[in-house]
Structures are given as C-alpha cells and as structure tokens.
C-alpha cells in the first residue's frame, strides 16, 4: 500500500511540474553522456598510445640533441645552440655490448622527381639498421645494404605511397629519381604501414 501511495504521490507531482521534472531528467541524461563521452576519449587516446609505442617495441631509445640539463629559471640571453649529434656518437653507441642496433636518422624535406613527376616529401638518411629497429620491410627489391654507409652508395628505399605517385603501375626496382639534387636508384619499395608517431610510412 505505501508503494502504491508513493507511485501516486510521484505520479501526480510529475503532472504539476512537468516542466521542472523534464529539465530535471535533461540534465541528468547529459550529464551521464558527458562521463561515458569523456572515458571513451580517454580510453581511445590510451590504446592509440599503446598502439603507437608497442609498434615502436618497449626496447627502443631515441636520442635526440639538446642540452643535458634543466633549470627553473628563464633561459640564459646567450648561449650555445645545442650540439648536432655525429656518425662517431653513433659508433660509440654501438661498442656498448647491451646496445643490439643503432640507426642514425637525419631527416628533411626534399623534392623526388622522376621525368615531370616531383612530390615535396619527408626523406631519411639512415642507414640498414633503421629497418631492425623500426621494425620496418620492403615489399619489393631489398632494404638497404649494410655496406651503403661506408661507400656512400647512391641507393634509396621510397615509400609506396610515392611510388605509385610517381610510378603508377610500372616497375620501380633499378630505376633512378632525383632527391633534391642527387641522383639515387631504387633499391627497394616500403612495405605499406600508415602512420607512426607522425611518420607517414606509406
């Protein structure tokens, strides 16, 4: 009988104040919409996260050049820039017995061109080891030889997003394009990957 009483009693103040109790209901509604809308955001962040470092695996050390310390200050109105790292801090990596694999990366911008065909593109100069430790295979000719740092080959490894852009359907393997002012004959097209950490590897 009091269940029944507090239904009715319920019943008719939702009649009164129809207006109020649907406002009511609105708010609740958005607000439990807002809490699922912002974990499934940071759920979807979390696992692209996940995704991107553990294609990277949780073995890997990127370097960058910068300055070793940290102050709590403002920074100094005169300074040094900081300094470049070199090919012989690469090789003084790679003495470290712990140290599998070291790829030193420089990276820019460049036009590739073949006959009229030019693209503007991000171009890598590394060295064999960068397809150890990025994990990273070619899906036609090969990657490229352990030899071309010593001999300062002029081989290149593109992306198969431009290799179709500039080649369409034809063959690429043995071909020559020009990287900026250079020279370089295809060795090897990228096993499509899309992007990592901002890296197109297409």
Known sequence: MLLLDQLRFNSQLFLRHRV???LLLLAVGLGVASVIL???LGEGARRYVDREFSALGNQLLIILPGRKET???APPIYGTAPRDLTLEDAQALERIPAIRAVAPVIAGTASVAL???SREVIV???TAEIFQVRKMDVAQGDILPARAR???MAV???GSKLKNELFGNRRAIGEWVRVGDRRMRVIGVLEERGESLG???R
């Open 20 to 22: 109020r109790t649907g």
């Open 38 to 40: 912002l974990t499934s």
């Open 71 to 73: 102050t709590g200050g």
């Open 115 to 117: 006959s009229s065909r």
């Open 124 to 126: 890598l100069g590394t």
């Open 150 to 152: 010593s001999e300062a």
């Open 156 to 158: 290149c490894v593109l």
């Open 199 to 201: 890296l197109d590897l």
